[in-house]
């Protein structure tokens, strides 16, 4: 039995993922997880040796990087900074201005949820994102086949969401199934949630605790609005693929043959 990385939310390994044609993701290959900030040299062995992640892509802003370095990492795992979004889009969020913030993201027009459709929206559409979504693909590319590749955001629910979308979609892996796996992140964040919603309520007010729930948890709807868009837009996921991030059905070929059953 492995044993739990418990200086991270939550470490999901998509071995076993069945794709829409019958076939399964291979397991120690691809990862997704929160950030891994907290991580110390005996977890980071226990990445290598058990679980057998060799490269860390990490999503964060540059401000979240330097707010919290994954120190660790280096040099026993290849450590990726590919920020797919801008500071001012999604900012650190420290102790000292984490109110201010939800505040501001608050007093938007729809709110803290408008905000995170929002964002879902711009990570489809800002050149930033999909150049990042074309480096993620060419590092999973060069994988060997005995290479552990895993990526994350902050909390690993909505940069990391994207982003397993459109891997697993490639792979073949149906939406339903997508969905799913995205949904999986709240059972996996429920303890932490319960306690930052009741905390939040009785420090401050309900609606704001309402509002931090709402960024804390993933839901249907927000994927569904990312995928929204690229059908609105681009026409399908394939199509996005191929004409935004510049991935080939030969690149998918190769992808299919390193990580699939």
């Not at 000292?96 to 007093?107: G, K, S, T, W």
């Amino acid at each position: 039995m492995m044993r739990h990385v418990k200086n991270v939310d939550y470490i999901h390994d998509f071995g076993g993922v069945k794709t829409s044609d019958g076939h399964t993701l291979k397991s120690k290959l691809l990862f997704r997880s929160a950030n891994l900030a907290l991580i110390n040299e005996e977890e980071v062995d226990l990445l290598v040796n058990q679980y057998g992640v060799n490269h860390v892509i990490d999503l964060r802003t540059i401000d979240e990087m330097k707010y919290r370095p994954e120190d660790f990492i280096s040099p026993k795992i290849n450590y990726h900074p590919l920020p797919l979004v801008s500071n001012e889009m999604n900012p650190a969020i420290t102790k000292e201005n984490r109110i201010q913030i939800l505040n501001d993201l608050v007093a938007l027009p729809g709110g803290m949820r408008g905000h995170i459709l929002d964002l879902y929206r711009y990570l489809i559409n800002v050149d930033q994102a999909k150049n990042g979504y074309h480096q993620v693909f060419e590092y999973l590319l060069s994988n060997n086949g005995h290479e552990g590749f895993l990526f994350h955001c902050t909390q690993g629910k909505d940069r990391t969401g994207i982003v397993m979308l459109l891997v697993l979609s490639a792979l073949g892996v149906s939406l339903e199934t997508i969905y799913q796996l995205y949904m999986s992140f709240n059972h996996r964040a429920r303890f932490k949630r319960a306690a930052y919603f009741l905390g939040m309520n009785i420090r401050f007010s309900w609606k704001k605790a309402v509002a931090l729930n709402d960024t804390l948890t993933a839901k249907r709807l927000y994927l569904r609005t990312a995928i929204d868009e690229i059908e609105s837009k681009y026409g399908s996921i394939l199509e996005y693929l191929h004409n935004e991030v510049k991935i080939s059905d030969s690149d998918i070929a190769k992808l299919k043959q390193i990580y699939l059953n």
